[in-house]
């Protein structure tokens, strides 16, 4: 069986709750002992570099990443060539987590969805008859009764069965290894018998050098440049 890289997102017309859902599961998965992650998607313009600071004049000077680390926090800019990819973002700047949930990224084809449904839902359509790849609905249970669909149904209180199908669908494999190969920016799925070769080939090599003892997470980052 292929696995399928940690992260799943939120989706639903304007006011239909998904933040306020977003939060309880993401707590009932950190109470579980999961470290979650969460990357929201907004239309509105991000707050940008304060003109006339360093940092401003590092982006006019053309560089796109820069990085401000400070005492309490760290911000990062960089461009958004790759903003409709949350699998891109989140191997950049979210690998130290079990479980990445997103808010919004609905027309997305990387990533699976769960639409939350508004509480008024006579009067609109479901987006997973317009976008790719949502495998829940989550509703209120008094209207549950109104979809027909082969999808599963969740009531929207049911916040740990939620939770366990997250788990259930992101970790499919009882040997819960986790192993993601991207290669240009691209998840390339493994099966399981690929992952335990590649795992047991790095971990081998990875023994066998000094100040490696306990590691548990290893990452590996291979990038060519052309010769100008």
Same mark, same amino acid.
């Given at each position: 069986?292929?696995?399928? =890289? &940690?992260?799943?997102?939120?989706?639903?017309?304007?006011?239909?709750?998904?933040?306020?859902?977003?939060? *309880?599961?993401?707590?009932?998965?950190? $109470?579980? /002992?999961?470290?979650?992650?969460?990357?929201?998607?907004?239309?509105?313009?991000?707050?940008?570099?304060? &003109?006339?600071?360093?940092?401003?004049?590092?982006?006019? %000077? /053309?560089?796109?990443?820069?990085?401000?680390?400070?005492? +309490?926090?760290?911000?990062?800019?960089? %461009?958004? +060539?790759?903003?409709?990819?949350?699998?891109?973002?989140?191997? *950049?700047?979210?690998?130290?987590?079990?479980?990445?949930?997103?808010? @919004?990224?609905?027309?997305? &084809?990387?990533?699976?969805?769960?639409? !939350?449904?508004?509480?008024?839902?006579? *009067?609109?359509?479901?987006?997973?008859?317009? !976008?790719?790849?949502?495998?829940?609905?989550?509703?209120?249970?008094? #209207?549950?009764?109104? #979809?027909?669909? +082969?999808?599963?149904?969740?009531?929207?209180? %049911?916040?740990?069965?939620?939770? $366990?199908?997250?788990?259930? #669908?992101?970790?499919? #494999?009882? %040997?819960?290894?986790?192993?993601?190969?991207?290669?240009? /920016?691209?998840?390339?799925?493994?099966?399981?018998?690929?992952?335990?070769? =590649?795992? @047991?080939?790095?971990?081998?090599?990875?023994?066998?050098?000094? @100040?490696?003892?306990?590691?548990? $997470?290893?990452?590996?980052?291979? *990038?060519?440049?052309?010769?100008?």
């Amino acid at each position: 069986m292929k696995q399928k =890289f &940690p992260i799943i997102s939120f989706i639903g017309w304007h006011n239909s709750g998904k933040t306020t859902l977003i939060r *309880k599961v993401a707590s009932e998965l950190k $109470d579980r /002992g999961f470290k979650i992650g969460i990357l929201k998607s907004t239309h509105h313009n991000i707050i940008s570099h304060k &003109p006339g600071s360093d940092t401003d004049l590092y982006s006019k %000077d /053309g560089i796109k990443n820069i990085g401000l680390i400070g005492a +309490t926090g760290s911000i990062f800019y960089t %461009d958004n +060539t790759n903003l409709e990819n949350p699998l891109w973002i989140s191997s *950049k700047f979210l690998s130290n987590v079990d479980i990445i949930i997103c808010e @919004g990224f609905k027309h997305s &084809p990387h990533i699976s969805k769960i639409e !939350v449904v508004s509480s008024n839902p006579t *009067k609109e359509s479901l987006l997973k008859d317009q !976008v790719p790849n949502v495998i829940a609905l989550a509703i209120k249970k008094e #209207y549950k009764e109104l #979809y027909d669909t +082969t999808i599963p149904i969740f009531d929207k209180e %049911d916040v740990k069965g939620l939770a $366990d199908f997250i788990l259930s #669908y992101l970790f499919p #494999y009882k %040997d819960k290894q986790q192993l993601y190969l991207f290669v240009n /920016g691209r998840l390339i799925p493994l099966k399981r018998y690929v992952r335990d070769s =590649f795992k @047991g080939v790095i971990e081998g090599f990875i023994k066998a050098l000094k @100040g490696t003892q306990g590691a548990k $997470d290893i990452e590996i980052k291979i *990038k060519k440049r052309t010769e100008q």
